[in-house]
């Protein structure tokens, strides 16, 4: 399973970007999906996550400003973030947790995209 995440950028505090991923591969179900990120000389957290209900969860910090969307039939994830901060500079990364088949058993997996750069600007 591959994660290909896209939409990073520059932007000015209080602008927006959306950022997108797409899954491919073996899949046979998502049974979850989200977004972390990464700051400098911080630890990787949890942004944003959807499941398969959906049950939807946010970070505190980003309540309000950023709203996580999926694509069932596509395979893919999406992270629109609004009233973007300084703070909210970091590197997102996309994660999934994949139910596979292997030779008729399902085997389920976590995967994890390449980081997607996102700086705002003060």
């Known amino acids: 399973v591959q994660l290909q995440a896209s939409g990073g950028g520059l932007v000015q505090a209080g602008g927006s970007l959306r950022l997108s991923c797409l899954a491919s591969?073996?899949?046979?179900?998502?049974?979850?999906m989200a977004w972390y990120r990464q700051a400098p000389g911080k630890e990787r957290e949890l942004v944003a996550s959807?499941?398969?209900?959906?049950?939807?969860n946010y970070a505190d910090s980003v309540k309000g400003r950023f709203t996580i969307s999926r694509d069932i039939a596509k395979y893919t994830v999406d992270l629109q973030m609004n009233s973007l901060k300084p703070e909210d500079t970091a590197e997102y990364y996309c994660?999934?947790?994949?139910?596979?088949?292997?030779?008729?058993?399902?085997?389920?997996?976590?995967?994890w995209g390449r980081g997607t750069l996102v700086t705002v600007s003060s």
């Open positions: 994660n999934a947790d994949v139910t596979s088949l292997r030779r008729g058993m399902g085997l389920r997996g976590d995967y």
């Open positions: 959807i499941t398969s209900g959906p049950t939807i």
């Open positions: 591969g073996s899949i046979f179900r998502i049974n979850r």
